[in-house]
Structure formats: C-alpha cells, structure tokens
C-alpha cells in the first residue's frame, strides 16, 4: 500500500493504523514477559525441597529470588509463611496467584480492544466514504464524473482493508497470549500444590518431633 493510498484512506485510517501501532507493541511486550515468566517449575522445585530438606532456607529464598517468575514468586510466598497452618497457607498462597495473574494480564485489554474496534473502525470509513460518494453525485446531478466516485470508493475499501489486517493479527496474537498465560497459570497451580504439601508434611514431622 503506497502513501497515495494511505492518504485517500483519510483520517480514519491513520487512526486504525495507530491502533495496529500499539496492538503490535503491547504483542511484543507481553510476549517477551511471558516466554522470561516461564521456566522449567519441576526442576527449580526439586532444588528448592533438596535445600529446604537441608534447612538451607536463605539460600532457597535467594534462590527464587534470583528465578523470574510467577512460580518462583509463590514459591517465595508459601516459604515465608511456611509456619501457617494449611488452610492459611493455602490462601496466602492463593492471593499470591491471583496477583500473579493480575500482573501477567496486564496491558492484554489493550490488544483485546484494538482487535475489537479495529473492523468497526474500517466499518465507519466504509459509510463515511459512500455518504461522500452520495453527496458528490448529489452535489454533481446530472453530470457525475466516475473519478470522484472512484476515489470514494477507493476510501470506502481501504478503510476495510486496513482494519481487517489489524484486527486479525491482534486478535490472533491475543489468543496466542492467552495461550502462555493458561501454561503459565497451570504451572503455577502445580508448584503451590508441590511446595504446600511439601511444607505441610515437614511441618507436621517437625511438630511429632518435639
């Protein structure tokens, strides 16, 4: 699409290529936060029992300090609290999550709400463009010329086009996201389940011991 055409597009479709601007960069951002946030949780939690299990806790806590991370997070969290009873601990651990959760969402509406308005927007400078094209051949009865009805015309698919191609990669992007949040969130669930039983059951042989 050269200038010629995204200047006939007018000022609509300056504002859906914005949008598509901006969709991209929250894409890239939250991808890259994401692929950092994600790390092999099975083996980060073996190392993290064998030093609990040799009373190593400072060494643990710099441990997921130094690990990126929502799991390494919670983690840190269910240590901290590891004296709580299980049902408290549970729900430490559990607002802890839904922080996380808040957190790896953010900046998501954005793309969400670029891939909405993005076709509504093309949608708009469709019927801008054929009122255009209405009142030339009003304002120019009986004699319309085809080049003035051309370059509504032109507008009126431009604008189409322009919102399809950015609401179909955001949206694709989207679900794609998503997609690496639920992994994410899953492994989160498993490595709360791992070191909550893992710090009940030592808990519990501590107390038996006294």
Same mark, same amino acid.
């Given at each position: 699409?050269?200038?010629?055409?995204?200047? #006939?597009?007018?000022?609509?479709?300056?504002?859906?290529?914005? =949008? !598509?601007?901006?969709?991209?960069?929250?894409?890239?951002?939250?991808?890259?936060?994401?692929?950092?946030?994600?790390?092999?949780? @099975?083996?980060?939690?073996? !190392?993290?029992?064998?030093?609990? +299990?040799?009373?190593?806790?400072?060494?643990?806590? /710099?441990?997921?300090? @130094?690990?990126? =991370?929502?799991?390494?997070?919670?983690?840190?969290?269910?240590?901290?609290?590891?004296?709580? &009873?299980? &049902?408290?601990?549970? *729900?430490?651990?559990?607002?802890?999550?839904? +922080? /996380?959760?808040?957190?790896?969402?953010?900046?998501?509406?954005?793309?969400?709400?670029?891939?909405?308005?993005?076709?509504?927007? !093309?949608?708009?400078?469709?019927?801008? &463009?054929?009122? *255009?094209?209405?009142?030339?051949?009003?304002?120019?009865?009986?004699?319309?010329?085809?080049?003035?009805?051309?370059?509504? %015309?032109?507008?009126?698919?431009?604008?189409?086009?322009? !919102?399809? #191609?950015?609401?179909?990669?955001?949206?694709? =992007?989207?679900?794609?996201?998503?997609?690496?949040? *639920?992994?994410?969130?899953?492994? #989160? @669930?498993?490595?709360?389940?791992?070191?909550?039983? %893992?710090?009940?059951?030592?808990?519990?042989?501590? *107390?038996?011991?006294?």
């Amino acid at each position: 699409m050269n200038f010629d055409l995204l200047r #006939m597009g007018g000022p609509v479709l300056w504002i859906i290529f914005a =949008g !598509g601007v901006l969709g991209f960069g929250v894409f890239i951002e939250r991808a890259l936060h994401l692929h950092r946030a994600r790390i092999k949780y @099975d083996d980060f939690l073996k !190392g993290i029992t064998n030093n609990l +299990g040799r009373k190593n806790v400072d060494e643990v806590l /710099e441990l997921c300090d @130094d690990t990126p =991370g929502p799991v390494a997070h919670i983690v840190k969290t269910a240590i901290l609290h590891r004296d709580e &009873s299980k &049902s408290n601990l549970w *729900d430490i651990v559990d607002n802890a999550a839904k +922080g /996380e959760v808040s957190r790896m969402e953010r900046r998501l509406v954005v793309l969400a709400t670029v891939a909405q308005l993005a076709p509504l927007l !093309g949608l708009l400078g469709t019927v801008l &463009s054929m009122v *255009d094209s209405l009142l030339v051949m009003q304002s120019n009865a009986p004699l319309i010329y085809s080049a003035d009805m051309m370059t509504a %015309f032109m507008r009126a698919l431009i604008t189409t086009v322009a !919102g399809l #191609m950015v609401a179909i990669p955001c949206y694709a =992007g989207f679900t794609l996201l998503i997609i690496k949040m *639920d992994r994410l969130v899953l492994d #989160m @669930d498993r490595a709360a389940s791992e070191i909550v039983a %893992f710090l009940t059951t030592a808990k519990n042989h501590s *107390d038996k011991n006294l």
